[in-house]
């Protein structure tokens, strides 16, 4: 548990969890690895990096997201091929969602928190050029992209021309959140898709 976005993450899970939801959250930990059944009933699976040493985040995150494509692929077919949807939190896990919606035919929405943009704003650098790339992908590979405020929509479809029909604004503080992301959920889960 780092920060507000894993706060945000435990509390949807857990609720989706109440509603009879079956949960997976694939996450990372440097000492911990395993799967653990919550007291909520969501089921975590937690991965490190098999490479330890790097230069910088975005190293990090390619060679962890392999870790996290293998993990999301065997609770897949473990679950008899019965994983709907990928929800990513941000851009970190992008690689991994997009390599599982390709190669397993699942669709993943893309929950943004926050975009390289407004992290570094006057940096243009190739590492930073990279993180946009990656945040791009995210956009033009995802089902849907959920933001928490009309100004983040608006910066969405500003910095990546995203198409405004594929944003849905969820605030993160009302009551009525978890119902939200929930037909969105189901309106995925009832389209058709294109299985291998």
Not at 111 to 132: C, D, F, G, V
Request: hydrophobic share 35%; glycine share 4%.
């Amino acid at each position: 548990m780092v920060g507000q976005l894993s706060e945000y993450v435990k509390a949807l899970t857990s609720e989706l969890s109440e509603k009879k939801i079956d949960v997976n959250v694939v996450t990372y930990d440097d000492r911990l690895t395993g799967e653990t059944q919550e007291s909520s009933g969501v089921k975590t699976v937690r991965v490190n990096n098999p490479v330890k040493t790097h230069i910088g985040v975005l190293t990090w995150v390619l060679t962890l997201n392999q870790e996290v494509e293998r993990v999301s692929a065997n609770l897949y077919y473990d679950s008899n091929k019965k994983i709907d949807l990928i929800n990513v939190f941000d851009w970190h896990f992008i690689p991994a969602a997009v390599t599982l919606k390709n190669g397993l035919g699942i669709p993943f929405i893309y929950s943004i928190e926050s975009l390289e943009e407004h992290r570094s704003p006057t940096a243009n650098s190739s590492y930073n050029m990279a993180i946009k790339s990656i945040e791009w992908l995210g956009f033009y590979e995802s089902h849907i992209a959920i933001v928490k405020s009309e100004w983040m929509k608006e910066e969405v479809i500003r910095i990546y021309k995203v198409p405004k029909e594929k944003i849905a604004v969820i605030p993160s503080t009302q009551e009525a959140t978890v119902n939200k992301i929930l037909k969105i959920y189901h309106s995925i889960r009832e389209e058709p898709r294109n299985k291998t």
